[in-house]
């Protein structure tokens, strides 16, 4: 058992401060659009990038029952806003999660997305991932 | 494609932005023993507070196995932050530990991590002990959620001249403490559903009375989560957690 704290690790507190600074920028580019449960990462590795996970959420004026439209309709508006295109990310059993390709908010990626169970929004975002956005 | 888009949500990111900066004071005050992976989740209603909720985590430098690094920074960061450390959850193998109490620029701080090592479990309980522990079934967990919600409520509806705003905001921050620890400890035993039953339970009468109609397919749901509830607090054999039992709670209230 480690009978002191840890060796003073260094402090890698920077890359992570500036992406939590660059998630409140984030929220206020986007507005009413900004529902977006934001995680940020501890900096595990110099070589690894520090990166803003932001999943579309919900709050509670929405409509549960429409939940994965909710959600379909902020990705798609927050798409067209930013000019970038939805892709399709990965599915497992009846989940299917759609991504706008990675942007830059002050130099810090992001990595916005939501996922979807509903056989009829998951197939209108198919069919949003053919429209070219610019 | 549909028709028309939903409606507007109203922009409510200042709480969910203010926390943002705690989270950065927070990294700023623990510095070198900061290995956290930090969410703030989004406003979901303006009744319950916007935390941070940061899990302890390691960096790829850190000396020895994973969770004797974790639990020395949970123990380092409770003498930073003057806070103690309480057993939250626990599954088959692994089991989480908190600090109670934190808030960092009003923001209330979820500071947790999870363990799963025999000999780090053991130390981290005698330190939890320190609080006292005591055992939390689904039936505790449940009542304590909807005696916690009571208590918000009622003190909300209070009248103006006497209400305590300091003691609200301890209710809702200790509402919202019991909401997180309720849904670990019910999605952990595999009773998600329980999660989504008691938050109906709480929700849709305020919707009902709001809407304009009579909304029959929500007071269905209502009922069906009252039942779902009823039924797991009556059954008999419980499976156990051990769990801290928040203070002035009872079991078996509905």
């Known amino acids: 058992m480690t009978a002191p704290y840890l060796a003073p690790a260094p402090a890698r507190l920077g890359r992570q401060t500036a992406a939590l600074h660059a998630a409140a920028t984030l929220l206020e580019w986007l507005g009413h659009l900004g529902v977006l449960n934001i995680a940020v990462h501890a900096d595990y590795a110099p070589g690894l990038p520090v990166e803003i996970d932001a999943q579309i959420g919900m709050v509670t004026e929405d409509d549960d029952d429409q939940g994965d439209q909710v959600r379909l309709d902020r990705l798609n508006a927050i798409s067209v806003l930013l000019g970038l295109p939805i892709r399709r990310e990965w599915t497992s059993g009846s989940m299917h999660a759609f991504a706008l390709p990675r942007f830059d908010v002050d130099t810090v990626p992001v990595h916005l997305w939501t996922a979807f169970t509903t056989p009829d929004v998951i197939t209108r975002a198919d069919a949003l991932t053919t429209e070219v956005r610019r | ?254």
């Open chain 2, 1 to 254: 494609m549909a028709a028309t888009l939903t409606p507007a949500a109203p922009a409510r990111t200042d709480r969910q932005i203010i926390a943002l900066h705690a989270a950065v004071s927070l990294l700023q005050r623990l510095g070198g023993i900061a290995a956290l992976v930090v969410s703030v989740h989004a406003d979901w209603a303006p009744d319950f507070p916007v935390s941070v909720d940061a899990q302890i985590s390691v960096h790829e430098a850190d000396p020895g196995p994973g969770d004797a690094a974790r639990f020395d920074r949970l123990v380092a960061a409770a003498v930073a932050l003057n806070a103690p450390i309480t057993r939250e959850w626990a599954t088959s193998d692994q089991q989480a530990f908190a600090l109670t109490g934190v808030r960092i620029d009003t923001v209330p701080v979820h500071l947790w991590a999870v363990f799963t090592d025999p000999d780090v479990i053991a130390r981290a309980h005698a330190l939890a002990a320190l609080n006292g522990g005591s055992p939390m079934t689904i039936s505790d967990t449940i009542a304590a959620y909807r005696t916690s919600g009571k208590a918000l409520r009622a003190m909300d509806r209070g009248p103006r001249p006497t209400r305590n705003f300091g003691a609200t905001e301890k209710a809702y921050a200790f509402h919202n403490a019991t909401r997180s620890r309720m849904a670990g400890l019910l999605a952990d035993a595999g009773r998600g559903d329980l999660v989504h039953a008691l938050i109906d339970v709480e929700t849709l009468p305020a919707r009902i009375t709001d809407s304009p109609g009579p909304r029959p397919e929500l007071r269905q749901r209502l009922k069906a989560a009252r039942a779902t509830l009823r039924a797991a607090q009556n059954q008999q054999n419980p499976p156990p957690f051990l769990h801290r039992r928040p203070a002035g709670t009872r079991t078996g209230e509905l």
